[in-house]
Every structure is written in C-alpha cells, then in structure tokens.
C-alpha cells in the first residue's frame, strides 16, 4: 500500500512539473478575425465583405513592399513624416472604402478606427466600478 502511494504521488509530481512547463495557450481573440468582426459591426453583406477583404489586403501588401523598400535604403523617417504617411495612407483607404461602404457604415469605420487607435496610444480603459 506504502509503494501504491508513494508510486502515484511520484507520477502525480512529474504530471504537474510537466503541466508547468508548458506554457498558456494564447487567449482566444475575441470576435474572430478582424474582418469577421468588421462585417458583423459594420453589417457588411458578403459582397461587401469580399470586397472590404481584398481592399485591406491590397493595402497591407502596399505597405509591405515599401516598408521592404525602406529597410533596404536604410533611412528612417522622421515621427513627422510617418505621421503624414500614416494620414495619407488613411485617406486613401477611406477613398477606397468609399465605392464599397455606405455613409453610415464609412462613419461607424471611422469611429472604431479612432476607437482603436485611442486604446493603443492609451492603454484599455478602467473597469467599471464595482469589478
């Protein structure tokens, strides 16, 4: 009986350093993809959201290759000059969006972005009080 216990508690002591070891599973996002849940806030139908999709990844991959391109010169902008990249990049996204997104889903974008960039420059907001 002495043996029986003393076997399970070594087995039960490797399975918990084991377990330890491995680390957290990434937390599960909340929503989905991105584009999941831009369609769902925005109430996107299929077709917008197939081209909603495809404008977002041309634009990503734009950015890509002249981020790349960058790297390659070896310069670095100036806070200035990316902060007018970053406003000219967005004005050319909401041109794009515009033949795609209806006025109020284009104002509702708008304010999730500043919603979104908000939160980054700040951190989460408080919880409420009470939790």
């Given amino acids: 009986m002495k043996r029986m216990t003393l076997a399970l508690s070594a087995v039960l002591l490797t399975a918990q350093a084991a377990l330890a070891q491995q680390p957290p599973p990434d937390p599960p996002r909340r929503g989905g993809p991105p584009i999941e849940m831009m369609a769902r806030e925005l109430n996107l139908d299929d077709a917008q959201k197939a081209e909603v999709k495809r404008i977002f990844e041309e634009q990503?991959?734009?950015?890509?290759?002249e981020r790349k391109l960058l790297e390659a010169s070896g310069q670095r902008p100036t806070p200035e000059e990316m902060r007018?990249?970053?406003?000219?990049?967005?004005?050319?996204?909401?041109?794009?969006?515009?033949?795609?997104?209806?006025?109020?889903?284009?104002?509702?974008?708008?304010?999730?972005?500043?919603?979104?960039?908000?939160?980054?420059?700040?951190?989460?907001p408080p919880p409420p009080p009470g939790q």
């Fill in 60 to 65: 990503r991959t734009r950015h890509e290759s």
């Fill in 84 to 124: 007018t990249l970053m406003q000219q990049r967005d004005q050319e996204l909401t041109q794009a969006l515009s033949g795609v997104l209806s006025a109020e889903q284009l104002t509702k974008l708008k304010a999730l972005q500043e919603e979104r960039r908000q939160h980054m420059r700040n951190g989460p």
